[in-house]
């Protein structure tokens, strides 16, 4: 279930968003083929430790988060993959692997990929394994803040 928090934050600026319903996916790929759209427009959300401050990661599906890269882009000692045992607590009201980008709900920092920039749209997980949102890539960023740097081999500023 799309989570409340997402919805009043979304409703509350106004931000004309379109939920997507599919059947169950664990994956970022196969939820972009269960919602019959493309991988590169569904923004997957990785969870990042840096220097051990927790961050949200958002990249293409497709893509994979390079942690020598992402450290060097970001000038910081240690860069490691969280584990689920350290953040789902974070988002209590969240499927874990299925939090929105929304960083500045959680009262956390977001770093985006700058091949998400190429599109007009996104679609993102809404908080469960059965819906996604889409919404303008410009709302996301009005929204959101996201500091926009290199994250993956695949990312070309």
Known sequence: ??????TDFLDSRNVRYEKLTHTTSYTAQGTAQAAHIPV??????????MDGKMVMVVLPASY??????FKQATGVKKVELALESEF????????????PPFGNL??????????????????????SHTELI????????????????????????
Do not use: W
Not at 64 to 69: A, F, Q, S, Y
Not at 106 to 127: H, R, T, W
Not at 134 to 157: A, E, M, N, Q
């Open 88 to 99: 789902k607590q974070l988002f209590p009201e969240c499927e874990i692997g299925a939090m």
């Open 40 to 49: 590169k427009e569904l923004a997957k959300t990785v969870m990042v430790k």
């Open 1 to 6: 279930m799309m989570t409340q928090r997402l």
């Open 106 to 127: 959680y009262d956390m920092e977001v770093f985006c990929s700058p091949q998400l920039v190429k599109d007009e749209e996104i679609a993102f997980n809404a908080g």
């Open 64 to 69: 994979r988060v390079d942690l020598e890269l």
């Open 134 to 157: 889409r919404i303008s890539y410009k709302d996301f960023v009005d929204l959101v803040s996201p500091t926009v740097v290199r994250l993956s081999t695949g990312d070309h500023k």
